[in-house]
Every structure is written in structure tokens, then in C-alpha cells.
């Protein structure tokens, strides 16, 4: 798997790019307007100097003359405080003043510029001293209303300004790449252990490909997505499990019910095939495999219709349907066996008007079915009873015996495909297994219930509660 690919790469990428989205202009305003209000204070702090030094001449101007200012030592005292860096200027532009610091480097005087152009009350120069130092300068001008015109030049270190920009500026340069590798690391951390239960998933789901259907995610106590994720992956891997269980059991059963019947044809026809036989024989050979063809002909039907009702392929063709003569007619079928079994068979019809809607070829199979295991589980003598109630909007249908019943751990799974009880398996009874799944998926295709209650000593009893109309 390519790296880039990774979902936490990207995730990671994403953060990191939006996180620089966010600092880079942040620590850009932060610088800017830190700047400007540096500059703003030491701007303010030069006027401050302008104006204390053109109040102090103006005074000194009260007693002398301008020209004298330079030689009078006692104004060096006041001006010199207010800043190393004043100058002071006659109206021809001429240097009548100069600060102790100027006095010592005279060469500054060379670079300090007193616009001949100057019109404006003040101005603001940035000059360079040597490698390391700048000084600011400002220029302002005392004049008009009776006084006397001169320009005053205060300077103030720009170092104030520098240590703290450069200081924020090496911090932020530090801080930014430390915070985005900080944070990265710690997003991918968090996106790895957030997205770990999905690279599971991957794993498992890559084990269940290989038909590994025992897989399952350890579950996550948090109910967010991933846990909810885990939760039905989990279910759904029990499901297909169960699917697939009974997908092999099915396979399993169908296989074992249609090699007993090919067996026996393999067998018959090889036995015959021996000698030359009579057309008798051959007759008799012939029923045989006749019976046994038709044993897997009904197999695969049922098959075929269980699978149809599966896929809601098959449309019920819904008319009204009489129970009374219906259930005469079936019991009519059953006549010989019932008899050869010295069965006593009864129908007991408790309502008057014993009609339902339904589909009737439908009902009769469910009926015949049932009367079939009653006549199949029912020993000779026993007693078999049908009785109709109208429950308002249902009818009820119960097939009573008194035959051999169904032990109460067997009951629940009866109505499973291919199940039968291991005693009747044995038994001579026939069978697939399968009257009961049928009858089952034709009653609740007619949204009705079908029941069972049974004890091996006194018998079973088979319930089928069907609607009167059909609802949809
Ligand atoms: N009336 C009954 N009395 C006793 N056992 C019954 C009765 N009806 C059904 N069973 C049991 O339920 C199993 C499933 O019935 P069914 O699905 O009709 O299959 P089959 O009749 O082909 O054996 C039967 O094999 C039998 O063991
Ligand atoms: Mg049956």
C-alpha cells in the first residue's frame, strides 16, 4: 500500500496545511502589528524631544541670539539630556547646534539631511551609524507668529524597536515549525489509534475472504462511528456465519436425501442387470425405480417451491375457500390408509360459517401435510381429530393424535428444513423433512401462525390459526 494513500497521511497533510493557514498569517499580523506600534511609540517619544528642545531655544531666545547657542554651555545641560542626538538649525539651514554625541562623531552630520524642500512641521529619517546601530531622526520646525525661525533635529536609538521585532521574529521562527511538527505528530497519533479499528476491519474482512467466518473485531466501548462500525461488522459477520452455516447444513441434506434414493436405483439395476430376467422382473425393477424417482421428484419440487416462496416469487391466488368441504374431501384421500391403520379419524366443525380467504390449492397442501404426519406418527388404533373454531377474525384448525408426539427438545427445530425427529428417521415412515418448512412459509404467506404442542405420551397437536380476509 502506497504511504501517500494512507488516509492518515492525508488527514495528517490536511491538518498541517491548515494549521499553517491559520499561524502563518496569525504570526504575520502579530509581527506587523507589533512593528507599528513601536514605531508609533518612538515616533511619539521624538516629537516629545522636538518640543521640549524648540521650547528650551525659544526661551534661550527670549535673552540671546540664536547664533550664540552653540557657545553657551549652560543650554547644553538642558539639551542634552532630552537626547544624545539633537541638532539645531538657523533659517539659512546653517548648523548652530550640535549635541556632545555629534561632537564626537561628526561623521554622522555628513549623512543627517536637512531636506532643502522641507516643508512639512516634522519629519522622520532612518539612518544607519555602523553595522549594528540606527538611530531615528526627526525634524521640526519653530517659526511663523512673531517667532523666530529654526529647525531642531532630535535622534533616538532604533534599537528600541529592533531587539524587540528581531526577538518576537527568531521566537516565532522557532515556535512555528516546532508547533507544526508537534501538533503533526500528535494528530498522526490520534488519527492512527481513531483509525486502527478500521485497519482491523481490513484485516478481518480480508481473513473472512480466505473463509475464516470465526473473525470478529473486539468491540469498542465508545458508541461513535467507529464503534458503531465495529458493532454491525460484528453482526454482520454473524449473520453471514450463520448463512453460511446453513448454506452447508442445506447442501449437506440435500445431498445425503437424494444419494439414498440414487443408491438404491444404482443398486436395483445393477442386481437386474446380472442375468437375463423375466419381463416380470424387469416390471417389478422398474416400480421400484419408479418409486424412488418420484420420492426425488417430490424432494426437488418442494425445494423449488420453498426457494420460490423465498424469493416472494410465488403469487397466492387468493378465493374464498370452505374449510368443511375442503377438509372432507382431503380426509376422503387418507380413506384407505386410515382404514388399513384401523385409524379413527374425525372432523369436528364448531362454526357455522367455516370459510376463510385464501389460496386454496395452498391450504390444502398445509393440510394434507399435516394430516399425513398424523397418519404417519399415529399407531394403528390411535385416534385423529380435525376441529375448526372461529376465533372472530381468525379461524383455527387443529390436528389432534394420539401418535407417538415429539419429545419437547425437538419441538423448535420441526419446522426446519429437512429436520426429523431421529426416531422417525429411522422409522419406515418416509419423508424428507421438509412437509413442515412448507407448511410454515404457506401460513405466513397468508399472514396467519402455525403452532405445535406435543408430549410423546398422549400425542401431538398441530394448531393453524388463518386469517378470514387477508390484509395487507
Ligand atoms: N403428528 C406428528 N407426530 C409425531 N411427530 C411428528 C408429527 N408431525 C411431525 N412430526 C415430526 O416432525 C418431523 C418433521 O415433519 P415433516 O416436516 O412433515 O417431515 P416428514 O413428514 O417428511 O418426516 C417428522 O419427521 C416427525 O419426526
Ligand atoms: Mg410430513
Known amino acids: 500500500m502506497n504511504f501517500y494513500r494512507n488516509i492518515r497521511f492525508k488527514l495528517v497533510v490536511w491538518y498541517m496545511f491548515i494549521l499553517c493557514l491559520i499561524l502563518i498569517p496569525f504570526s504575520t499580523y502579530l509581527y506587523l502589528s507589533l512593528k507599528k506600534s513601536l514605531n508609533e511609540q518612538l515616533n511619539y517619544e521624538l516629537k516629545l524631544g522636538c518640543v521640549e528642545v524648540i521650547e528650551d531655544v525659544n526661551e534661550f531666545l527670549k535673552t ?50 536637512l531636506n532643502k524642500n522641507y516643508t512639512e512641521k516634522s519629519a522622520v529619517q532612518d539612518i544607519k551609524l555602523s ?62 489509534k481513531s483509525l486502527k479499528p478500521i485497519d482491523d476491519i481490513t484485516k478481518a474482512a480480508m481473513m473472512i475472504g ?11 466501548k465508545n458508541n461513535d462511528e ?81 426457494e420460490r416462496a423465498d ?4 403469487k397466492l391466488n387468493i378465493l374464498e375457500i370452505n374449510l368443511d368441504i375442503l377438509l372432507k374431501d382431503i380426509c376422503e384421500q387418507f380413506r384407505n390408509i386410515v382404514d388399513k391403520k384401523k385409524l379413527k379419524l374425525s372432523i369436528d366443525i364448531n362454526s357455522g360459517n367455516a370459510v376463510i380467504k385464501g389460496d386454496a390449492s395452498q391450504i390444502k397442501k398445509v393440510f394434507v401435510n399435516l394430516l399425513d404426519n398424523a397418519v404417519k406418527y399415529t399407531n394403528e388404533g390411535g385416534e385423529i381429530v380435525i ?64 403452532e405445535v404442542k406435543s408430549n410423546p405420551s398422549s400425542g401431538t397437536t398441530f394448531e393453524v390459526c388463518l386469517p378470514k380476509e387477508i390484509l395487507n
Not at 529592533?162 to 521574529?169: A, F, G, I, M, Q
Request: overall charge positive; glycine content about 6%; proline content about 4%.
Open 64 to 113: 540671546n541670539e540664536l547664533e550664540k547657542l552653540s557657545k553657551d554651555n549652560s543650554m547644553e545641560t538642558l539639551l542634552d539630556p532630552i537626547s544624545d542626538y539633537v541638532l539645531v538649525f538657523d533659517r539659512e539651514r546653517n548648523l548652530i547646534y550640535k549635541s556632545d554625541k555629534f561632537r564626537k562623531h561628526s561623521q554622522i552630520l555628513k549623512k543627517i539631511k
Open 131 to 192: 553595522k549594528n546601530r540606527s538611530i531615528r531622526v526627526m525634524t521640526a520646525r519653530n517659526g511663523g507668529n512673531g517667532t523666530p525661525e529654526f529647525y531642531v533635529q532630535v535622534g533616538l536609538p532604533l534599537k528600541d524597536i529592533e531587539y524587540p521585532l528581531n526577538r518576537l521574529l527568531i521566537t516565532l521562527i522557532i515556535a512555528l515549525p516546532a508547533t507544526l511538527i508537534v501538533s503533526s505528530i500528535l494528530g498522526w497519533f490520534f488519527v492512527y
Open 210 to 220: 480466505v473463509g475464516d467466518f470465526n473473525q470478529r473485531l473486539r468491540p469498542i
Open 226 to 306: 467507529v464503534g458503531r462500525l465495529v458493532n454491525t461488522f460484528n453482526n454482520m459477520i454473524s449473520k453471514l456465519d450463520e448463512s453460511f452455516k446453513q448454506i452447508c447444513q442445506f447442501t449437506a441434506d440435500v445431498s445425503h436425501e437424494l444419494r439414498t434414493p440414487l443408491t438404491i436405483i444404482k443398486g436395483e439395476i445393477e442386481v437386474t442387470l446380472k442375468k437375463v430376467r423375466t419381463s416380470e422382473e424387469y416390471k417389478r425393477t422398474l416400480e421400484v425405480l419408479l418409486e424412488e424417482v418420484d420420492g426425488m421428484t417430490k424432494i426437488v419440487e418442494d425445494l423449488l417451491f420453498l
Open 311 to 314: 424469493s416472494g416469487i410465488i
Open 387 to 450: 376441529s375448526v373454531s372461529d376465533l372472530g377474525k381468525y379461524m383455527k384448525i387443529t390436528f389432534s393424535d394420539t401418535g407417538i408426539g415429539i419429545p419437547p427438545e425437538e419441538l423448535p427445530f420441526i419446522f426446519e428444513r429437512f429436520y426429523r425427529v431421529d426416531r422417525s428417521r429411522t422409522a419406515d415412515t418416509g419423508g424428507s423433512g421438509l412437509g413442515l418448512s412448507i407448511c410454515e412459509t404457506i401460513v405466513k404467506a397468508h399472514k396467519g401462525t402455525i
